[in-house]
């Protein structure tokens, strides 16, 4: 037994008992005042921001102490942070900022921000050092010309302290609010109840599996089936182990509008009973603008105008409120005359589950991902639909340069920068001249063209640091392009390929980095979430969605079982029918002919689901002249809002047609129509990916990758779309319907083994149909 086991334990200490916060966060909080202000200006890259305090640092005298750790308790609360320097000698506290080009951009509320920060780290040295006053200096690096402005104060300890209590028990005052509703929260999510009677058939299931990933701190990838309640299931169980999982955030994450209101709604359920716990959906800036047109700064957007200065009431109003949608969000906005999108993003910080796209927490600059990893949150993560993430995340880590918007920016381009571009354009030019095909994927990214795009990114940054005004339209959106470009051709490995496309029917002239392994890029999220849920009913076959996407090895799996019976679906192949390509004309007349004779035995609602536009519309022309009685409608190339709404309102209770439809489009999926609103479904493709130069690319890559070229390449995601459309057909345990999937291949074992175990498939010949 060691010699002090059965000694009194020491009294937690008076620091230890404080609840905690940073300089940083403490004067972000309670210090900014003024306009919000997101006028692009070229900023310092974090390397280059670390490179300019050295430079400052080195620069300074012996007796000058770099990066002092200070701290201080006031008013209950310890405020902790790192002033960039001290000079004794001098009795002077520096706070080191970068910047480029005109001194003057950087403006008055900024300004107010960094003399907060300054002024607190004096003010704990003059506690430190028992000072009587002392010099506070901000210092301006301009990174461009290695000058420094210094603006300098001298200030008493009194006036000092003042300042800093005034902070801190502003915060204060705001903190032990949050902690009173955090207790009252843990307290009421301990005795949470699941908000139905019962479990429905494969819900329970998915909840303990949720709930044990979050326990054992691991990441989950589930599959299961439409109607079980898979929000529910997954929220409910993450906010009843809160506790005791020490969670402190719920990221729920969607692909599509539809998805954030479905899990708000759930949400409203589960937390019915529980008033402390505060919801809060993140909308796009497009979407959440009220001066669409007018850039996010106080001369041209009056919400903008004075944002700081109303938005601790905004924030109060906003703190009283527990389910902060987007029309809740805008009505606070508009009492208080802020920015909704803006204030939003400060609710973040005050919100238990945000309801978000992918992209706030995947992206590379994402908003989610970067706070909970300052606030050193415990977040959990659920990915709803979570067969999207993969089309999404190779969007994301994509940077193409588009000829079209080069030449834009080229045209209005001062003269200085258009020498710039002009290398560009030559580097690009000598690429196509030495490819012999209108498409070409190579494994490496030249270095002359990077740094031809280096030099350019630099003389457009000194031009818009030095003429702000400028910073908008076609030039500033290039460089914006070129900049990410730029930033992932440093992260550029076996994930992606750097192509080059010279004509229309491969995109237009455009360079471009695509990746097709988002992997790399997602396995840090992953391993930042406490749990991460990737949960969606057609995300099989699970090894191929771990390996793209980049879960964790130890990741849990799990396959909830259907509670649909083999009875409600009539599921029949069709071994005479080809959907290949070149026999697709040849197959046309049995085709329309099966899918008629099926209405003209059971009339009602139908889709009818093919593989592109083209064949869609050759497909309903044949329909049309061989059954004309037969009412259809289609949908369209590009169709807008209201169409796709006027589309599916046609299934109807009561009436009866075929709605034609693209398969992989949006009527494959989110798409709910029970009942008699939908009893049958065709299927005239395996969905496979277009066999062209691009995708053959992928398919060598993920045969090096993984071993599994054609299936990762095209098996998987074709028949994921295809079980995603027959879906749309049994909805509930009452409903009843037919699926007919029209391609001989259908009949193959190693393509029936992929289709979900509760369909009972039946051969089914052409020639009973006629």
Excluded at 44 to 54: I, L, V
Aim: proline share 6%; glycine share 6%.
């Amino acid at each position: 037994m060691p010699p002090d086991a059965t000694a009194t334990p020491p009294k937690p200490s008076p620091v230890a008992a404080c609840p905690a916060v940073s300089v940083k966060a403490l004067c972000a909080f309670g210090a900014k005042v003024g306009d919000l202000d997101l006028r692009f200006r070229p900023a310092p890259s974090a390397q280059e921001g670390m490179a300019g305090h050295s430079l400052v640092q080195s620069r300074r005298g012996a007796g000058y102490e770099s990066e002092v750790s200070l701290s201080s308790i006031c008013a209950g609360l310890l405020v902790r942070g790192r002033a960039d320097g001290y000079d004794a000698g001098r009795c002077r506290v520096e706070e080191i900022k970068t910047f480029r080009g005109n001194f003057d951009v950087i403006r008055g509320n900024h300004r107010a921000l960094h003399w907060a920060q300054a002024k607190s780290y004096g003010w704990m040295l003059c506690e430190r050092e028992s000072l009587d006053e002392i010099s506070v200096a901000l210092v301006y690096l301009d990174l461009a010309s290695g000058e420094e402005t210094v603006l300098e104060e001298r200030w008493p300890r009194d006036a000092l302290r003042a300042d800093f209590e005034r902070l801190c028990v502003t915060f204060m005052a705001w903190a032990e609010h949050q902690d009173e509703r955090h207790r009252a929260l843990r307290h009421a999510l301990e005795t949470l109840s699941f908000p139905h009677a019962e479990f429905r058939p494969g819900q329970r299931e998915l909840a303990q599996g949720v709930y044990r990933a979050a326990a054992a701190g691991r990441c989950l990838i589930a599959q299961a089936p439409t109607g079980i309640g898979k929000t529910v299931a997954t929220t409910w169980p993450l906010l009843k182990g809160w506790p005791a999982h020490k969670t402190s955030k719920v990221f729920f994450l969607t692909a599509k509008t539809p998805g954030r209101a479905v899990a708000l709604e759930a949400l409203g359920l589960v937390g019915r009973d529980c008033e402390s716990l505060r919801v809060l959906e993140l909308t796009a800036r497009e979407k959440a603008c009220e001066h669409p047109g007018k850039s996010c700064d106080g001369e041209a957007c009056p919400l903008a105008r004075g944002f700081y200065d109303r938005l601790p009431d905004a924030r109060r109003n906003a703190i009283a409120t527990r389910e902060l949608g987007r029309e809740q969000l805008r009505k606070i906005a508009q009492a208080h005359a802020v920015c909704p999108y803006y204030l939003a993003q400060e609710m973040a910080r005050w919100s238990d589950v945000i309801v978000a796209d992918y992209n706030y927490y995947f992206d590379s600059s994402a908003f989610l991902f970067a706070l909970a990893k300052e606030e050193e949150w415990r977040v959990a993560v659920l990915v709803d639909e979570a067969h999207n993430l993969l089309e999404r995340a190779r969007a994301m880590y994509t940077a193409p340069l588009v000829a079209h918007s080069f030449e834009d920016a080229h045209r209005i381009a001062p003269a200085g920068i258009k020498a710039r571009l002009a290398s560009v354009r030559r580097e690009w030019r000598a690429l196509q001249a030495r490819q012999a095909t209108a498409y070409a994927a190579l494994d490496a990214i030249p270095d002359a063209l990077q740094q031809a795009l280096q030099e350019a990114v630099s003389v457009i940054a000194e031009h818009f640091a030095a003429a702000p005004k400028d910073a908008h339209g076609p030039l500033q959106q290039f460089f914006f392009d070129m900049l990410y470009f730029l930033r992932l051709s440093d992260a550029f490995a076996a994930h992606s390929v750097f192509e080059i496309a010279s004509d229309a029917e491969a995109g237009g002239d455009a360079l471009t980095i695509r990746n097709l392994v988002p992997a790399p890029f997602l396995k840090p999220r992953f391993a930042a979430s406490m749990s991460t849920v990737c949960f969606s009913g057609t995300i099989s076959p699970f090894p191929f969605y771990r390996d793209v996407l980049g879960l964790p090895e130890d990741t849990l799996e799990l396959e909830v079982g259907s509670p649909f019976q083999a009875h409600q679906l009539s599921v029949h192949i069709t071994p005479q029918i080809s959907t290949r390509f070149h026999d697709r004309a040849q197959s046309l007349e049995a085709l329309t002919d099966l899918v008629g004779a099926q209405f003209e035995r059971r009339p009602g609602n139908y889709l009818a689901f093919f593989s592109s536009f083209d064949y869609l519309e050759s497909a309903h022309a044949a329909f049309a002249r061989r059954w004309p009685g037969v009412p259809t409608w289609r949908q369209s190339r590009r169709m807008a809002e209201p169409d796709r709404e006027a589309f599916v309102a046609r299934f109807q209770p009561d009436s009866k047609g075929i709605g034609f439809a693209v398969l992989g489009g949006a009527f494959g999926e989110g798409v709910d129509l029970p009942g008699d609103r939908l009893i049958g479904a065709f299927i005239a493709s395996l969905g496979l990916p277009q066999h062209n130069a691009k995708n053959e690319v992928m398919r060598e890559r993920m045969q090096t990758l993984f071993g599994e070229g054609y299936n990762y390449t095209y098996l998987y995601p074709g028949l994921r779309k295809v079980v995603q459309a027959a879906g749309r057909v049994i909805r509930t345990e009452r409903d009843s319907g037919v699926l007919y999937l029209l391609d001989d291949r259908f009949a193959r074992p190693e393509i029936r083994r992929l289709l979900p175990p509760w369909w009972l498939v039946e051969s089914w010949s052409c020639s009973l149909t006629t």
